[in-house]
């Protein structure tokens, strides 16, 4: 089961750090990446990082903006929002990675609920 959460109002320019807490023993072997679904629109890869922390993958929409990672002993993967931009307005989901190209939403396969980020200008 994941559960995001961190989202809310923020200004543009501001930061932001989203948390997705993970239960089951298994968390350490997944990598897990995070999503976003603006409204009206399709969802998004934004970001992914590897079992270990060591890789890490980004959208070029947040590259240089955005940083993604995780504590395996607290079973949590973080994303550190900064610069953020009224583009960046959406819900931002995590997920466990399974298989495939990274970016597809099909290669994951177990979500979080979500957490609404808004970004006003």
């Known amino acids: 089961q994941l559960q995001a959460s961190g989202g809310g109002l923020v200004q543009a320019g501001g930061s932001q750090r989203l948390s997705c807490a993970a239960s089951?023993?298994?968390?350490?072997?997944?990598?897990m990446g995070w999503f976003r679904q603006a409204p009206g629109k399709e969802r998004d890869f934004v970001s992914l990082?590897?079992?270990?922390?060591?890789?890490?993958y980004y959208a070029d929409s947040v590259k240089g903006r955005f940083t993604i990672s995780r504590d395996n002993a607290k079973n949590t993967v973080y994303l550190q929002m900064n610069s953020l931009k009224p583009v960046d307005t959406a819900v931002y989901y995590c997920?466990?990675?399974?298989?495939?190209?990274?970016?597809?939403?099909?290669?994951?396969?177990?979500w979080g609920q979500g957490t609404l980020v808004t970004v006003s200008s």
């Open positions: 990082i590897s079992w270990n922390g060591i890789g890490t």
């Open positions: 997920a466990t990675y399974n298989s495939g190209s990274y970016y597809r939403l099909l290669s994951y396969n177990y």
């Open positions: 089951g023993r298994t968390f350490n072997s997944y990598a």
